[in-house]
């Protein structure tokens, strides 16, 4: 159990293009999905907090307009990269809080695969 | 200071080795702290949970929280070549809150 997936697992673009990436928790529902992104040889950096039906939560640095972020159902988050440039080239990872939490359940997050995107 | 420090090595160690792995962190509010393995290319794995101080083991690894001190480990034994990966700490205060996470130590285990 507690799987999540990412889509694209890896995808290139032209500068200026947007992207989006998926993440879904497969077997059980998420009220809150975090985005992270990692350089090489860095570790996760935090760039939202995403709680389905609200707006997403940016950590400091991180501009909301250029990474927008939906979470539209328990099950589902995407991350759009928007105007996307090279610098924007990294490893983005999404993680799954389930909601189970709420109720006593285990309240530690499950990742996804990762999407690797490439800004040419 | 950092709000958690983990040594990012690199840490080569024969197979069958014991391997120890240890994080520090500021914030006493953290009752939650997570071992992340993460290979290469590869999203973070889950391998231990532990809420609180103590210990918990879960076949060939052992996780322990000693909240006085501020300071976590990860024990693995009889270490294999399939355990190379770069081993993540995560604590975080608890619901929803964000998780804190380490650098990540690069452990490779030599066949």
């Known amino acids: 159990g507690a799987v999540v997936s990412q889509h694209p697992s890896r995808v290139i673009c032209k500068s200026g293009t947007s992207v989006k990436i998926e993440c879904r928790s497969l077997d059980f529902q998420a009220t809150t999905m975090f985005w992270y992104r990692q350089f090489p040889k860095q570790s996760l950096m935090l760039m939202a907090t995403?709680?389905?039906?609200?707006?997403?939560?940016?950590e400091q640095g991180v501009e909301k307009d250029k990474f927008l972020i939906n979470h539209a159902s328990l099950t589902l988050s995407t991350l759009t990269v928007t105007s996307a440039h090279p610098e924007d080239s990294s490893f983005y990872i999404c993680?799954?809080?389930?909601?189970?939490?709420?109720?006593?359940?285990?309240?530690?997050?499950?990742f996804g695969p990762g999407t690797r995107l490439t800004v040419l | 200071q950092k709000e958690v420090e983990q040594d990012p090595g690199p840490l080569s160690v024969p197979e069958g080795a014991i391997v120890s792995l240890n994080c520090t962190y500021s914030n006493s509010a953290f009752q939650y702290f997570m071992w992340y393995r993460q290979y290469s290319r590869k999203g973070p794995e889950l391998l231990m949970y532990?809420?609180?101080?103590g210990n918990k083991e879960d076949g060939r690894f052992t996780a322990q929280v000693d909240k006085s001190s501020k300071y976590i480990s990860l024990f693995i034994r009889d270490s294999q070549p399939s355990d190379s990966a770069t081993y993540l700490c995560a604590m975080g205060a608890g619901g929803s809150e964000k998780l804190v996470f380490g650098k990540g130590t690069k452990l490779t285990v030599n066949p």
């Open positions: 993680s799954a809080l389930p909601s189970s939490y709420l109720a006593g359940g285990t309240d530690t997050q499950y």
């Open positions: 532990t809420y609180s101080s």
């Open positions: 995403s709680n389905e039906g609200s707006k997403a939560t940016y």
